[in-house]
């Protein structure tokens, strides 16, 4: 366990990993509270007309023990793929314990997902079983023909349309002596798909030493929280890694307990008034829900937030002028954070530990050795862009991408997992995100991150959201087209974009300014947020 420590420095020199032989996650975050602290909360799930129900860890034991035996009756097994298809709710945790106990592979799967989507990742992990509900059995649907592999199917909310009840099948187990798997901690526990912002997504496999792995992070990025804090939200869904590996399984590790509330769309008011209405003491929100927060006037006066002490972020970079706001606007320092759906959490930013510079994602985690290397494989030098590649073997560090062990080994180099990420460190060794190396812009021999334009864009007045991509020219090889969606009472014109093209002229170096400024709607995002500026770009 990383403790907490008056300078990085001391963290760095004190950290030693721990790694037992057995291992196993539903032990380690659920049994170690139940068996000493059962009525200790979990899960407060928050519904729509305000109510809170309470789910303690002694029930979410007896409950996710009845499960496994009940999935283990019905033929699900050590490495198996259980599918968990569910908004943020009590049942997405049960559902994921009662994988890890009996040796199976939890396969989380976002509400958002269309048709295609889904048929495409349970074709591909070959799913055994899949925990949804009426909504989610009926996307399914049209798609079962397709799934020879998959063949039970549970709901959470009553039998019906060839799927068992969740209660029912529970009742069943409660009859079974069970007992959680001694897994050990490479031992397969978790397959999430990567977001896919480029190319076919791939199933990236990861053991159950990737909760050990993201716990140095995720104690850096939510500055050290502790069993008497709590409660914690996101917003982020928990199939993503953000929302269960930055949020859910460390959180109840801890013994903070974690506000499920079931919500596709986020709206900037209702965040500010949850986490007044519940005491939030922290919050993991990504950097396109902050951006939206911004929107909100006064929110220090308007919503009773004493109880907020921490925002961690991260899926992209957050950039300097949402760093500020939240300092000048709710008094607090974001911890960012920055991490793969491979490997993630390996860089952090903490207020706690000093480590806290704006428009830097923070340094390298410890216990995580991190470089910034050119593409000859050497280190780049101070302030010059490289690639970000972490050094194996590392707990967080997947256990390969699902029957593709060629896409494996090419992501690796010389001992090094390459990210595909560009990024430069300053002098003092804080890193400094710059893009993917899809979303990088090429123009007239400058190589351009989308996120000092994007962030520079976002001070002005009038714009809510923006997307910087490169468009061909064939003169500067590309030029930097924006995408903004306007603020609420700002109409799209002409005259608006000449003004935002200006402000952006007196702020950015000459070769940043957009050449070209389209007005959008919405942006296209991943189901973790992020803008999947592919689609931009492809609009030219």
Not at 84 to 94: F, K
Not at 222 to 231: C, I, K, R
Not at 400 to 429: C, I, L
Request: charged share 25%; proline share 7%.
């Amino acid at each position: 366990m990383l403790e907490p420590a008056t300078t990085y420095e001391a963290l760095v020199r004190d950290f030693r990993w721990e790694i037992p032989e057995r291992y196993n996650i539903a032990a380690d975050v659920n049994d170690r509270w139940a068996l000493t602290e059962p009525d200790r909360p979990a899960i407060l799930e928050h519904a729509p007309d305000g109510a809170v129900a309470t789910l303690t860890h002694g029930a979410l034991r007896a409950r996710s023990l009845a499960l496994a035996a009940g999935l283990s009756a019905r033929g699900v097994g050590v490495g198996d793929r259980v599918a968990v298809l569910l908004p943020q709710s009590a049942a997405v945790v049960l559902a994921h314990l009662a994988a890890y106990r009996l040796g199976a592979v939890a396969l989380p799967l976002a509400g958002l997902f269309g048709e295609e989507a889904l048929r495409y990742r349970l074709a591909d992990s070959g799913a055994r079983a899949v925990i949804t509900d009426a909504a989610g059995l009926a996307k399914l649907a049209p798609i079962r023909d397709a799934l020879p592999d998959l063949t039970l199917f549970i709901r959470v909310d009553g039998a019906g349309d060839g799927a068992a009840d969740l209660a029912a099948l529970m009742a069943e187990g409660r009859h079974e002596k069970f007992e959680t798997r001694e897994t050990g901690p490479d031992d397969p526990a978790l397959m999430i798909y990567t977001s896919g912002t480029t190319g076919l997504a791939k199933g990236a496999l990861h053991g159950h030493r990737v909760l050990l792995g993201h716990l140095p992070g995720f104690l850096m990025m939510h500055d050290f929280p502790g069993p008497g804090d709590g409660p914690i939200w996101t917003p982020s869904d928990w199939a993503w890694a953000g929302g269960l590996l930055n949020v859910v399984m460390p959180s109840l590790r801890l013994g903070l307990p974690v506000v499920a509330r079931p919500t596709a769309r986020f709206e900037p008011e209702a965040a500010f008034r949850l986490m007044a209405d519940l005491k939030v003491t922290h919050a993991f929100l990504p950097p396109t829900a902050l951006r939206m927060l911004r929107a909100v006037e006064a929110p220090r006066t308007r919503f009773d937030l004493a109880a907020l002490r921490n925002i961690a972020s991260a899926g992209e970079a957050l950039g300097p002028e949402t760093f500020a706001w939240a300092r000048d606007a709710l008094g607090l320092t974001i911890g960012e954070a920055y991490g793969q759906t491979e490997c993630n959490l390996v860089l952090a930013s903490c207020r706690r530990a000093g480590v806290a510079r704006p428009g830097s994602t923070g340094r390298p985690v410890p216990g995580h050795r991190i470089a910034i290397l050119r593409p000859d494989g050497r280190e780049a030098g101070i302030d010059e862009p490289g690639e970000i590649a972490v050094r194996a073997p590392d707990p967080v560090l997947f256990l390969g991408y699902w029957n593709q062990p060629e896409a494996t080994a090419k992501k690796f180099r010389d001992g090094w997992w390459m990210t595909g990420d560009t990024a430069r460190r300053d002098g003092d060794g804080y890193v400094h995100f710059v893009g993917r190396e899809d979303d990088l812009i090429t123009s007239a021999a400058y190589r351009i991150g989308p996120t000092e334009i994007e962030d520079c864009l976002l001070r002005h007045p009038a714009v809510a959201l923006a997307a910087a991509v490169g468009r061909p020219d064939p003169l500067r090889t590309e030029i930097v087209k924006a995408f903004v969606v306007p603020r609420a009472g700002f109409v799209p014109s002409e005259a608006l974009a000449a003004d935002i093209l200006a402000f952006a002229k007196r702020t950015l170096s000459a070769h940043e300014v957009p050449r070209e400024l389209a007005f959008r709607d919405s942006l296209p995002m991943t189901t973790t947020g992020k803008i999947i500026r592919r689609l931009l770009r492809d609009e030219g």
